[in-house]
């Protein structure tokens, strides 16, 4: 028989969460996703190091949520998650339990029980086991009792199971007791500067420009988060020339910057927007609506995400006027 993929609650996964010191056999993690961080993959939450009603993550900022168990990597959107980013093994081990074949329609088609949709377990040496959630429908390449090697392929990042975005939730135990790679000290407390458990540093900063587009009106969220609201191209005497940016991990007081360049680099359209509250996904739109009709060209739009007068990310993009 197949093992099925152990998936607990919120509130059973916390009940294995207890003071966990931090341990000399544990293994030297990869990052486990073939992508470029902060270009092409993003880190969109961290694990709740909060045991009560509130969160924080492992620096004691707000970049998780209640009962949040693992690290999720996120891609942009739906289109760009249909590129195939592959999942691999974070250290060598033995498959435990595997589960594949959930539909890639994020929460709103999450079988009953299956919040982690379809995903990967694997066993590791000294009581060590990573967890591999959200997985692509289809895409798992394992099975049980397969003994898989560091940064072997197990799936690519899906939409699957209970999530709002495509991303890969990774999760790390040790004989059962869930661990944060980020600081594998004491859940109770952040901010320690305990070493993590990556094999290699990783930069942690959970906030930025996941993509910027063009278009001739205010895009719908549901487009941006689909991938589908960037035109290619616009009308030189079409209604409005409308900059936008989706950013993930924003916070209260935070400035968004949109800035439009007309073909000969000079300002076309400037605004700053202060972000009034803290939001796990944002997107704003700024542009200027078109009276007769604007120079063809090609112009360039820049979103900067602004944090206590400091850049945090910044994302350019180009479209033909015709």
């Known amino acids: 028989m197949i093992p099925r993929l152990i998936c607990m609650t919120a509130a059973l996964l916390w009940a294995a969460v207890l003071p966990s010191p931090l341990r000399g056999d544990a293994p030297a993690l990869l990052f486990p996703v073939d992508c470029t961080l902060g270009d092409t ?16 993550d492992f620096t004691c900022g707000p970049a998780s949520y209640d009962g949040h168990t693992g690290t999720d990597i996120r891609v942009a ?15 060598p081990g033995t498959v435990r339990a595997i589960r594949d074949g959930v539909p890639d329609g994020g929460t709103a088609a999450a079988p009953q029980g299956q919040g982690c949709g379809n995903g990967v377990v694997i066993d590791h040496a000294e009581g060590w086991q990573t967890q591999y ?15 898989v090697a560091a940064g072997a392929v197990l799936g690519e990042i899906g939409y699957s199971g209970i999530t709002e975005f495509p991303h ?73 020339l409308v900059l936008w940016g989706f950013v993930f991990g924003g916070q209260a007081g935070d400035i968004l910057r949109l800035e439009i360049r007309d073909p000969e680099g000079a300002a076309y ?12 996904e944002l997107f704003r739109a700024s ?20 944090r206590d007068d400091i850049e ?4 350019t993009t180009h479209i033909p006027v015709r």
């Open 77 to 91: 959107d739906l289109a760009t998650m249909r590129q195939g980013w592959a999942v691999r093994a974070a250290a």
């Open 168 to 240: 890969l939730e990774f999760l790390v135990r040790h004989n059962g007791v869930l661990v944060d790679p980020f600081d594998p000290s004491d859940l109770s407390r952040c901010g320690m500067g305990v070493d993590p458990l990556w094999a290699e540093p990783i930069a942690s900063t959970a906030s930025g420009v996941l993509s910027v587009g063009f278009s001739d009106a205010v895009p719908e969220f549901s487009d941006i988060r689909a991938g589908t609201a960037n035109a290619t191209s616009l009308d030189r005497t079409g209604p409005a």
């Open 133 to 147: 959630c959200h997985l692509a429908q289809g895409s798992v390449t394992v099975t049980p009792g397969q003994a």
């Open 41 to 56: 993959c993003f880190l969109q939450q961290f694990m709740d190091r909060d045991p009560g009603p509130g969160w924080r």
């Open 287 to 306: 542009g200027r609506r078109i009276s007769d009709s604007l120079p063809a060209g090609e112009y360039t739009g820049t979103v900067t995400l602004i």
């Open 269 to 280: 359209h400037r605004q700053e927007v202060v972000l009034e509250r803290t939001q796990a």
């Open 312 to 315: 945090i990310d910044t994302r």
